[in-house]
């Protein structure tokens, strides 16, 4: 258990379909960071929240929509996604943004049909 | 492109040999390194830390950094069955922002 969670856990939805992932940090952390996990590639960064100001938006399509209302709570809102979205989902904390060590939540397995 | 290359395995060991786990970077002007292991369907556990040049000892475990080769490496000593998993090697980019770099990670299978 790292102190951070993630809801849910696994989630199956249409390409029409509109969802969202959400994680939460208990560990006093100010930021927080939403990766992508395929098969066969690395991690991707996606979005980094800092006291909850985006600072980071890797090129990342629209479908993809973060928010972040406060420093302990991360949304990630999915519209219209494509099958090749199907992924692991990653929210992780560090202490700052930059250069720290990164706490994983238990990720969001996301297969769109 | 800054790259982090680490070679996909598996690197089989037999249990409690020395499994060496290797990492080389791109940027010369990285700063941090990170060691994460992840066993299959869980997310990446932070294993060890290390942001000097020479090795940092915790438990069985061992980083070893060389800045002047780029390359960051992982033993692990006394391998245990429960240390089969994928090994992820992470690097912060000095211009970067905020990203960590991974690599696609190294398979580990430690057999009895």
């Known amino acids: 258990e790292t102190g951070v969670t993630q809801t849910p856990r696994h989630l199956v939805m249409g390409m029409t379909n509109k969802k969202s992932l959400k994680c939460e940090q208990h560990?006093?952390?100010?930021?927080m960071y939403w990766y992508k996990q395929s098969a066969k590639k690395p991690l991707e960064l996606m979005f980094v929240?800092?006291?909850?100001?985006?600072?980071e938006n890797n090129s990342v399509p629209s479908r993809f929509s973060p928010e972040c209302p406060n420093s302990s709570h991360l949304f990630l809102h999915l519209h219209t996604l494509q099958p090749e979205d199907s992924a692991l989902y990653l929210c992780?904390?560090?202490?700052?943004?930059?250069?720290?060590?990164?706490?994983f939540g238990p990720g969001t397995r996301l297969t769109v049909t | 492109q800054k790259e982090v290359e680490q070679n996909s395995g598996p690197l089989s060991v037999p249990e409690g040999a020395i499994a060496s786990l290797n990492c080389t970077y791109s940027?010369?002007?990285?700063?941090?390194f990170f060691w994460y292991r992840q066993y299959s369907g869980k997310s990446p556990e932070l294993i060890m830390s290390?942001?000097?040049?020479g090795d940092k000892e915790d438990g069985r475990f061992t980083a070893q950094l060389n800045k002047a080769s780029q390359y960051v490496s992982l033993l692990i000593r006394d391998s245990q069955p429960s240390d089969s998993a994928t090994y992820l090697c992470?690097?912060?980019?000095?211009?970067?922002?905020?990203?960590?770099?991974f690599g696609k990670g190294t398979s580990l299978l430690v057999t009895p």
């Open positions: 992780a904390s560090s202490l700052n943004a930059g250069g720290l060590e990164q706490y």
């Open positions: 560990l006093g952390h100010n930021a």
């Open positions: 929240y800092s006291l909850e100001e985006r600072v």
């Open positions: 940027d010369r002007g990285s700063q941090s």
């Open positions: 290390i942001y000097s040049n």
């Open positions: 992470a690097v912060s980019y000095t211009n970067s922002g905020y990203a960590l770099n």
